[in-house]
Each structure stands twice: as structure tokens, then as C-alpha cells.
């Protein structure tokens, strides 16, 4: 089983539709959670941290769900520049490394 | 202010052949980082550094080598290329933070192909 897991997609969804990925995470040990935004043949990116209580930044909206080990992504009022593969992360800081478990990723395109 | 850069950008090997990849960064990180990305896999941790002078292994270190001799550099070898390491190698690198939300900063990628 992965350690992180994420439906692959793709989300095809209209410019200004709503959407929302789900991820679930294996290891209760984890502690800090991300979604990073990648777009085609580029590295990753930050999108955002994903606090306990929820965050919002714009139109995206980031839940931790730690009971039920999940974390959510909403995108609202999508635009053609969120078509990207978003990427799930959980980090466990017990090892000492710090090192990012990614999960595979959802790929979304906003179609015009 | 480059950030995190990685040389070279693509290369071809033939099976047997070795190579290193260099990772390079200049905002005086301490923790430096290699992952492999293939499709339909997200990114696994190949093998990290904390600090000058140290490696340890990661989650798929087999067929791969690295050396931390500065603190800006972090290489990645490998010996006898095989077909399996077709990937893209990202680096990254992130400073030890107090806060555990702290990130990690990705170089652009190698796009590898052992033939």
C-alpha cells in the first residue's frame, strides 16, 4: 500500500467549476502536510502547507483530517492556469531527515 | 540568486555506462535531497544529506551513489546505468527550520534515459 494516495484522474472540469481532490495518508506518525502544484515536465512546487484547523489562500482551500487521515484540496472558480498535477505530501520528522512522501499525484484540466 | 540548479538538464546513457549528476544551491541549505520521478509513481527519495560531509539512504538507494563534499553540492552517481533508472532526478534542498512547516526548494530536473 502507498504511503500516500491520491485518485490519478484526470478531473476534467469548465472554468469556474469547483473541484476538490482527496488524498489519504498511511503513516500516523506523519506530522506536516503540502499539496505542490506540477506542471508538465517542470519540478514541483509549493502550492500550499495544510494547517490542522484548515487554511485558505485565494481559491484554495486546504483541510487536514487526522482521524481519518486525509487531506482535501478545493479549488474554486477554476482557471485555465490551474491545469497542473497536484501533488499530495505527508513528512514524518521522527526518521530526522525530513524528507517528503509524495503521493502520485491528480491531474487536472480546466477546459475553456 | 540562483536557487537550486541541476547539471545536466537531459542525457543519454547506453546500459553499463556511469554518470553523476551535480546539484547545486545557493542559499546556504543544510539538507540537500535526491528523488526519482516516474509516471504514475509521485517522487521517492533516492538518497539525503543533512549536512556537509553526511549521506544516508533513502527509500530506493540501489544502483545509486552520493557525496556531500560542500556544503553548496550534492552529487549523484551512478555506476552501471541500467534501463530501470530511466527517470527524471529531481534535487532539492531545505534549511533547517525550527518551524515544521518548513518547505523544500526543487532544482528543474535531469531527464535520464538508459538505453
Known amino acids: 500500500r502507498k504511503e500516500v494516495e491520491q485518485d490519478p484522474g484526470p478531473f476534467n472540469v469548465p472554468e469556474g467549476a469547483t473541484v476538490a481532490f482527496n488524498c489519504t495518508y498511511s503513516?500516523?506518525?506523519?506530522?506536516?502536510f503540502f499539496w505542490y502544484r506540477q506542471d508538465c515536465r517542470k519540478e514541483p512546487k509549493l502550492l500550499m502547507s495544510?494547517?490542522?484547523s484548515g487554511n485558505e489562500d485565494g481559491r484554495f482551500t486546504a483541510q487536514l483530517n487526522r482521524a481519518s487521515q486525509y487531506i482535501s484540496l478545493l479549488i474554486r472558480d477554476s482557471k485555465l492556469s490551474d491545469s497542473a498535477t497536484y501533488l499530495c505530501?505527508?513528512?514524518?520528522?521522527?526518521?530526522?531527515?525530513?524528507?517528503?512522501?509524495f503521493g502520485s499525484g491528480t491531474r487536472l484540466q480546466v477546459q475553456p | 540568486n540562483a536557487g537550486v540548479t541541476q547539471t545536466p538538464k537531459f542525457r543519454v546513457l547506453k546500459t553499463g555506462q556511469s554518470m553523476t549528476l551535480l546539484c547545486a544551491q545557493d542559499?546556504?541549505?543544510?539538507?540537500m535531497y535526491w528523488y526519482r520521478q516516474d509516471p504514475g509513481m509521485g517522487l521517492r527519495l533516492i538518497h539525503y544529506?543533512?549536512?556537509?560531509?553526511?549521506?544516508a539512504k533513502g527509500e530506493v538507494p540501489d544502483g545509486y551513489n552520493v557525496s556531500r563534499l560542500k556544503k553548496q553540492n550534492f552529487l549523484l552517481g551512478l555506476e552501471s546505468a541500467a534501463p530501470s533508472q530511466t527517470s527524471v532526478y529531481f534535487c532539492?534542498?531545505?534549511?533547517?527550520?525550527?518551524?515544521?512547516?518548513?518547505?523544500?526548494?526543487f532544482g528543474p530536473g535531469t531527464r535520464l534515459t538508459v538505453l
Open positions: 542559499m546556504n541549505h543544510e539538507y
Open positions: 544529506s543533512v549536512g556537509e560531509g553526511t549521506t
Open positions: 505530501v505527508a513528512t514524518t520528522h521522527a526518521t530526522g531527515r525530513r524528507a517528503l512522501t
Open positions: 503513516n500516523s506518525a506523519s506530522q506536516s
Open positions: 532539492a534542498s531545505r534549511p533547517t527550520g525550527t518551524t515544521f512547516l518548513d518547505t523544500q526548494y
Open positions: 495544510v494547517y490542522s
